[in-house]
């Protein structure tokens, strides 16, 4: 206490260079404490960035789900629906584009983005940035492109995924974000960041952000790297500087601003670890949602595909020796016909509602999981053989219930296929495979709802796998031919017509007819091929019978689906008729009942109709059209199913259903002929009852061409 008395002076110099030293460390500390508060909150704003952009991407990923379920072939009108509806949900996008094989078809709005409608993405440099198209289709994730001036003239960014059907590329999925200078949408208001790529070109944000120092933070988003950055402001350290002068002009209330300081201190630290806090937590939930969404199915909230495998390998890992798994594959029958009558959405409803059942329903599954469309598997471990009918029954039993949707009742069944563990593989892909087989098997067993895996199965797939081999070959050497079935007037006893019906002769097996082979050639994607060389065989052989003095006799011949897609249809038609010199009247199509219930193929059914071509339905009846869709059929014809014929003299109801075509037929003036009629009473029955036209074993097999010029010569 003396020693401060006797040198007050010392004391006060001592205590103001503490001081001045204090508040200079403080000065550089809270200096320091500003630019982590900026660069943490700098932080926050990359975060909200890159969570605004994934919420642009969700777009992307509904597209693609969607563009997975309805096909790239999906109708228009639901593919554009679709798109406004995506389009309006989101105010800041300008263009969401589905681009088969990269050709941009599909485009919502047109307006303002016509310019870019019908181009390649592939090819046209102006749609996208060197090398991001090649990016985007070798990495199968999604890529950015931009921000950068869009081929429409404005500013923008472009986010794509490229679509695949296993490791067979389909297409492209786009969305295209509006961009100005300010980016409201991307940017909290008002904010004071900017964006930069990694060569500091400036992208979006504040325009005055070159202005004095700056703070930087690395943002890495899909295929971008991004400095998003902010201007250090130098208010912020005249605040500091001020507080300081205050605190040395302000000697007496050193302590008073000691202990604000400290508790300003205390409160920023508080509301920093607050931030943090909130900042962890959405970290927390958002990775929690992407682990659902990256395992889940998002409509049925079940496992996806991807959850299934990586689960059935886990299981297949730890079985113990004796352990055993079955697995059951299924699928809806006849799912198809509810997209395309009721629509997706509906078929989406009928998906859900059922694994809602499938899941509530009390069976002892380890693991059930949707992945595909309609296609959901089950493993049960430790099964009884014996049980495995059991469980395919209450499987089937609970599929078969009732729906009422869509204002419809629907009946559903399924087709379930089943493989066993360690029985017939030890491979998660062999299980999966064999199922797979299995089921496609049940399905055209008339018998029970489900087969187990037999290895008979295995060979008769690879049979027809080693028939789809030989196919190219088949064509190359001439082994196809044909043979023709007359059409006759059963009263008059004229030959009206011929079939045309193609046979393989087979180097090894002998003479096969379509059945052996039909299904192979559809699955080797071979079917228009074989259709063109059938047309053009026919034509060939009308043109030799004709110039050996046998009069020309309408053949008809057998076309698939498939055919539809082939280019130029017409024109090739044309082409080969004019070839041989044949008008097209000689020629008759006939399409199946299912092909002719697609209203896309109506406008070319109408072409071929108008060019002369006669065109039949085959099968009538049998699938699930009515009388009432004769009137929308672009069709000169229809022919009666054997099915019905074979019913006459045994079912009444046959007999109606032949009656009731015959009558509807007559009064929309189209041309009628029953095949398949064996016996005497069947051809009486169609006479009596104005269906004379026929074609059957009763009258001629099938015979080949030679045969038929001795017949009509």
């Given at each position: 206490?003396?020693?401060?008395r006797?040198?007050?002076?010392?004391?006060?110099?001592?205590?103001?260079?503490?001081?001045?030293?204090?508040?200079?460390?403080?000065y550089?500390?809270?200096?320091?404490r500003?630019?982590?508060?900026?660069?943490a909150?700098?932080?926050?704003?990359?975060?909200m960035l890159?969570?605004?952009?994934?919420?642009?991407?969700?777009i992307?990923?509904?597209?693609c789900?969607?563009?997975?379920?309805?096909?790239?072939?999906?109708?228009p009108?639901?593919?554009?629906?679709?798109?406004?509806?995506q389009?309006?949900?989101?105010?800041?996008?300008?263009?969401?584009?589905?681009?088969?094989?990269g050709?941009?078809?599909?485009?919502?709005?047109?307006?303002?983005?016509?310019?870019?409608e019908?181009?390649?993405?592939?090819?046209?440099?102006?749609l996208?940035?060197?090398?991001?198209?090649q990016?985007?289709?070798?990495?199968?994730?999604?890529?950015?492109?931009?921000p950068?001036?869009?081929?429409?003239?404005?500013?923008?960014?472009?986010?794509r995924?490229?679509?695949y059907?296993?490791?067979?590329?389909?297409?492209?999925v786009?969305?295209?974000?509006?961009?100005?200078?300010?980016s409201?949408?991307?940017?909290?208001?008002?904010?004071?960041?900017?964006?930069?790529?990694?060569?500091?070109?400036?992208?979006?944000?504040?325009?005055?952000?070159?202005?004095?120092?700056?703070?930087?933070?690395?943002?890495?988003?899909?295929?971008?790297?991004?400095?998003?950055?902010?201007?250090?402001?130098?208010?912020?350290?005249?605040?500091?500087l001020?507080?300081?002068?205050?605190?040395?002009?302000?000697?007496?209330?050193?302590?008073?601003?000691?202990?604000?300081?400290?508790?300003h201190?205390?409160?920023?630290?508080?509301?920093l670890?607050?931030?943090?806090?909130?900042?962890?937590?959405d970290?927390?939930?958002?990775?929690?949602?992407?682990?659902?969404?990256?395992?889940?199915?998002?409509?049925?909230?079940?496992?996806?595909?991807?959850?299934?495998?990586?689960?059935?390998e886990?299981?297949?890992q730890?079985?113990?020796?004796?352990?055993?798994?079955s697995?059951?594959?299924?699928?809806?029958?006849?799912?198809?016909?509810?997209?395309?009558?009721?629509?997706?959405?509906?078929?989406?409803q009928?998906?859900?509602?059922?694994?809602?059942?499938?899941?509530?329903?009390?069976?002892?599954?380890?693991?059930?999981?949707?992945?595909?469309?309609?296609?959901?598997?089950?493993?049960?471990?430790?099964l009884?053989?014996?049980?495995?009918?059991?469980?395919?029954?209450?499987?089937?039993?609970?599929?078969?219930e009732?729906?009422?949707?869509?204002?419809?009742?629907?009946?559903?069944?399924?087709?379930?296929?089943?493989?066993?563990?360690?029985?017939?593989?030890?491979?998660?892909?062999?299980?999966?495979?064999?199922?797979d087989?299995?089921?496609?098997?049940?399905?055209?067993?008339?018998?029970?709802?489900?087969?187990?895996?037999?290895w008979?199965?295995r060979?008769k797939?690879?049979?027809?796998?080693?028939?789809?081999?030989?196919?190219?070959?088949?064509?190359?050497?001439?082994?196809f031919?044909?043979?023709?079935?007359?059409?006759?007037n059963?009263?008059?006893?004229?030959?009206?017509?011929?079939?045309?019906?193609?046979?393989?002769?087979?180097?090894?097996?002998?003479?096969?007819?379509?059945?052996?082979?039909?299904a192979?050639?559809e699955?080797a994607?071979?079917?228009?091929?074989?259709?063109?060389?059938?047309?053009?065989?026919?034509?060939?052989?009308?043109?030799?019978?004709?110039?050996r003095g046998?009069?020309?006799?309408?053949?008809?011949?057998?076309?698939?689906?498939?055919?539809?897609?082939?280019?130029?249809?017409?024109?090739?038609?044309?082409?080969?008729?004019?070839?041989?010199?044949?008008?097209?009247?000689?020629?008759?199509?006939?399409?199946t009942?299912s092909?002719?219930l697609?209203?896309?193929?109506?406008?070319?059914?109408?072409?071929?109709?108008?060019?002369?071509?006669?065109?039949?339905?085959?099968?009538?009846?049998?699938?699930?059209?009515?009388?009432?869709?004769?009137?929308?059929?672009?069709?000169?014809?229809?022919?009666?199913?054997?099915?019905?014929?074979?019913?006459?003299?045994?079912?009444?109801?046959?007999?109606?259903?032949?009656?009731?075509i015959?009558?509807?037929?007559?009064?929309?003036?189209?041309?009628?002929i029953?095949?398949?009629?064996?016996?005497e009473?069947?051809?009486?029955f169609l006479?009596?009852?104005?269906?004379?036209?026929?074609?059957?074993?009763?009258?001629?097999?099938?015979?080949?061409?030679?045969?038929?010029?001795?017949l009509?010569?």
């Amino acid at each position: 206490m003396a020693f401060i008395r006797k040198k007050p002076l010392t004391i006060i110099l001592v205590f103001i260079l503490v001081l001045q030293f204090s508040l200079f460390y403080y000065y550089s500390l809270s200096v320091d404490r500003e630019y982590r508060a900026e660069k943490a909150n700098l932080s926050s704003q990359a975060v909200m960035l890159t969570s605004n952009i994934e919420q642009k991407v969700s777009i992307i990923k509904g597209v693609c789900a969607f563009v997975d379920a309805a096909g790239l072939k999906a109708d228009p009108t639901l593919v554009q629906n679709y798109l406004r509806a995506q389009f309006h949900n989101f105010p800041d996008v300008k263009n969401i584009v589905i681009a088969p094989d990269g050709i941009i078809r599909y485009l919502y709005p047109q307006n303002g983005n016509a310019v870019v409608e019908g181009k390649n993405l592939l090819t046209d440099p102006a749609l996208a940035a060197p090398g991001i198209i090649q990016e985007t289709i070798a990495s199968r994730t999604i890529t950015i492109d931009g921000p950068r001036t869009l081929a429409q003239g404005d500013y923008g960014m472009v986010i794509r995924q490229a679509l695949y059907d296993g490791n067979t590329f389909k297409g492209i999925v786009s969305v295209t974000l509006k961009i100005n200078v300010r980016s409201d949408s991307l940017l909290p208001e008002d904010s004071q960041v900017y964006v930069m790529d990694d060569n500091n070109r400036f992208l979006f944000g504040n325009p005055d952000w070159n202005k004095g120092p700056q703070i930087t933070v690395p943002v890495e988003i899909y295929n971008q790297h991004w400095l998003i950055g902010i201007p250090l402001h130098s208010e912020k350290k005249g605040e500091i500087l001020r507080s300081i002068l205050w605190i040395d002009i302000a000697f007496l209330l050193l302590l008073a601003f000691i202990l604000y300081t400290s508790w300003h201190q205390s409160r920023f630290h508080r509301e920093l670890e607050r931030v943090v806090s909130i900042r962890t937590r959405d970290l927390r939930v958002s990775k929690r949602l992407y682990e659902k969404m990256a395992h889940y199915d998002s409509l049925t909230e079940i496992p996806n595909r991807r959850f299934f495998m990586d689960e059935f390998e886990r299981l297949l890992q730890m079985a113990e020796p004796l352990q055993t798994y079955s697995l059951f594959f299924f699928d809806l029958n006849r799912f198809k016909e509810i997209n395309d009558t009721l629509g997706h959405s509906t078929g989406d409803q009928v998906i859900k509602t059922l694994a809602d059942r499938l899941k509530s329903v009390d069976l002892p599954y380890k693991l059930f999981a949707r992945i595909g469309g309609d296609e959901f598997v089950m493993i049960f471990a430790d099964l009884p053989r014996k049980e495995i009918s059991t469980i395919s029954t209450r499987i089937s039993t609970v599929i078969s219930e009732t729906l009422y949707i869509a204002g419809a009742h629907l009946n559903l069944s399924t087709s379930i296929g089943i493989s066993l563990y360690p029985e017939h593989s030890l491979d998660k892909e062999d299980l999966l495979k064999f199922a797979d087989m299995s089921m496609y098997q049940a399905k055209s067993q008339e018998a029970g709802n489900y087969f187990v895996f037999d290895w008979d199965l295995r060979e008769k797939l690879e049979q027809k796998t080693k028939i789809a081999k030989y196919l190219q070959s088949a064509l190359e050497n001439r082994e196809f031919v044909m043979f023709y079935q007359p059409q006759m007037n059963a009263a008059t006893g004229e030959m009206i017509g011929m079939e045309a019906l193609i046979r393989w002769n087979h180097p090894e097996r002998g003479l096969l007819g379509p059945g052996a082979f039909i299904a192979a050639v559809e699955e080797a994607g071979l079917m228009i091929q074989l259709t063109d060389w059938v047309i053009r065989e026919v034509c060939r052989q009308l043109c030799d019978w004709r110039e050996r003095g046998m009069p020309l006799i309408r053949t008809s011949i057998n076309i698939s689906n498939s055919w539809f897609y082939n280019r130029n249809l017409i024109e090739s038609l044309l082409d080969v008729l004019n070839q041989y010199g044949l008008e097209t009247n000689v020629l008759e199509f006939e399409i199946t009942e299912s092909t002719a219930l697609l209203e896309e193929h109506y406008p070319l059914l109408q072409q071929m109709r108008d060019h002369g071509f006669v065109v039949s339905i085959d099968d009538f009846g049998t699938k699930y059209s009515s009388l009432n869709y004769l009137k929308h059929f672009p069709v000169n014809k229809i022919k009666i199913d054997r099915t019905f014929i074979t019913g006459i003299g045994v079912s009444s109801i046959d007999e109606t259903i032949i009656k009731s075509i015959v009558y509807v037929a007559s009064q929309l003036g189209y041309d009628l002929i029953a095949e398949g009629v064996e016996t005497e009473e069947q051809a009486r029955f169609l006479i009596e009852h104005n269906c004379p036209h026929i074609q059957g074993y009763l009258f001629f097999p099938p015979l080949p061409a030679e045969e038929i010029f001795k017949l009509a010569s």
